[in-house]
């Protein structure tokens, strides 16, 4: 399929306006995501109805804790991303294309198909999830665009490097999002994702701005991005910039693909990440990939009384009533927070 979002030059060469690599690709070559190609002048993407992932997840898994709690999420992807993260949790699928010299598996798949088998599987949502979603902007926005059609909502799970064209574009059919902020340095960013962070915090902004549910996520890697001044300037911008109604994840990192000669988070270390959330006034923080811990319950930030219970993705207990807490009346972020059907 031709692909959206470019523009050509100069001897059919060609500008991508999806991601904010902005990649220059001369003709028969593909940008830095390996699954958009420049065929005689015009942009194709590579991936386009081909799925390589689906399953039908808890919302929780994402993490959304603020998108219709205890609900179904209809979840796919294509093969490719536009980061090279050395941490990578799902680099067989990511990574494949960067990895396996182009190679680009997935089933054929028209949207269409998608839709129906996220009605038949009582789903509230369709998640854009597992690798990076902007590579597959195409499909993920035709299939969004039906997905609203039905009522059904529909969440992306990004490293947050689009453009401004490519939000702008998107946001009329996305209802919710959760956006990794990985670290809060540049060095971080190009040493270890291949890419910046000033791209990523401009398109929090404007995802925000734009009245999308978000959440933002950050795996605490030990010696990486888990100092104390690094994650004080991190919540500082959750806070100020985004709104301290921002729900924060910190979850724990487990050695993997490219990066494993570090040891996996310790407990300490994301209950004190935790506390820096909360003393920057967060009103949610989250600890994820600990169960059992307390940390993925949602507290009232008006008494403190606990209202979500959860262990793992599953929700054990919901007090919310219409969206505020019932003992404090304090207005809970979030769409659909006491499971009601809206």
């Excluded at 999420?73 to 699928?93: E, L």
């Excluded at 540049?186 to 398109?203: H, I, M, Q, T, W």
């Amino acid at each position: 399929m031709e692909a959206y979002l470019y523009s050509v030059s100069d001897n059919n060469n060609i500008r991508c306006g999806l991601c904010s690599h902005r990649c220059k690709i001369r003709e028969g070559r593909r940008g830095i995501c390996n699954v958009r190609e420049n065929r005689n002048g015009r942009l194709y993407s590579l991936v386009y109805e081909k799925l390589i992932a689906r399953n039908v997840d808890p919302i929780e898994k994402k993490p959304l804790f603020h998108m219709l709690p205890g609900s179904l999420s209809y979840s796919i992807a294509t093969a490719g991303c536009n980061f090279r993260c050395r941490f990578c949790q799902n680099s067989d699928i990511a990574q494949m294309p960067s990895d396996r010299g182009g190679q680009i598996a997935g089933r054929r798949t028209a949207p269409e198909e998608i839709l129906a088998d996220a009605v038949r599987s009582g789903c509230k949502t369709i998640a854009y999830t597992y690798t990076e979603p902007t590579v597959y902007f195409e499909y993920a926005y035709e299939t969004a665009r039906l997905a609203r059609k039905k009522g059904i909502r529909n969440i992306f799970v990004s490293n947050g490097f689009m453009t401004r064209e490519c939000i702008d574009m998107l946001s009329p059919y996305l209802d919710g999002a959760n956006i990794d902020l990985k670290a809060f340095r540049d060095d971080f960013y190009k040493n270890y994702c291949g890419a910046r962070l000033e791209p990523v915090k401009e398109s929090l902004k404007l995802i925000k701005s734009k009245g999308i549910l978000l959440e933002v996520t950050t795996l605490l890697i030990p010696g990486l991005n888990d100092s104390t001044e690094e994650l004080e300037d991190l919540a500082g911008f959750i806070a100020n910039d985004l709104g301290k109604e921002t729900p924060w994840h910190i979850s724990r990192f487990h050695p993997t693909y490219r990066l494993t000669n570090r040891p996996s988070t310790p407990l300490k270390s994301l209950e004190r990440a935790r506390e820096i959330g909360i003393l920057a006034g967060l009103d949610y923080v989250y600890m994820g990939n600990v169960p059992g811990t307390g940390g993925e319950d949602t507290l009232c930030p008006g008494c403190g009384k606990t209202l979500i219970e959860r262990r793992g993705f599953s929700v054990s207990r919901n007090l919310v009533q219409k969206g505020v807490c019932p003992d404090c009346a304090a207005v809970i972020y979030g769409v659909g927070m006491s499971g009601e059907q809206i």
